[in-house]
């Protein structure tokens, strides 16, 4: 059974960093893209960070050069490092685990997401 679990999301103030970390069982975690999405009241989800299976990285703009994803295959674990957090970051932040098989059938999770809030 997948299980996908975020911790690590919490209150800090504008310009604090928070630490995600998100602990995966139940698949072949290194065969997967990890990315970390969130979504605030009243808007769509959004992806954040992604951390391809061969180690490549993307960001959304909006966080690039303040958020660094980090997957480590041996503890089938992906992390999301947030620096110089704003306000507008506040979210309910979740992992995702996704990949195609070579069949082509599209496999994709979810964790239940961490509560970021970004407020003096």
């Known amino acids: 059974q997948v299980h996908l679990v975020e911790s690590g999301g919490g209150l800090v103030q504008p310009g604090g960093s928070l630490r995600l970390s998100c602990a995966a069982s139940?698949?072949?975690?290194?065969?997967?893209?990890m990315s970390w999405y969130r979504q605030a009241p009243g808007k769509e989800r959004e992806v954040v960070a992604i951390?391809?299976?061969?180690?490549?990285?993307n960001y959304a703009h909006s966080v690039k050069d303040r958020f660094t994803i980090s997957r480590d295959n041996a503890k089938n674990t992906v992390i999301l490092q947030m620096n110089s957090l704003k306000p507008e970051d506040t979210a309910l932040y979740y992992c995702?685990?996704?990949?195609?098989?070579?069949?082509?059938?599209?496999?994709?999770?979810w964790g239940q997401g961490t509560q970021v809030t970004v407020s003096s």
């Open positions: 995702n685990a996704a990949t195609w098989s070579p069949n082509y059938h599209y496999y994709d999770y």
């Open positions: 951390a391809s299976a061969g180690g490549t990285t």
């Open positions: 139940g698949f072949t975690f290194s065969s997967y893209t």
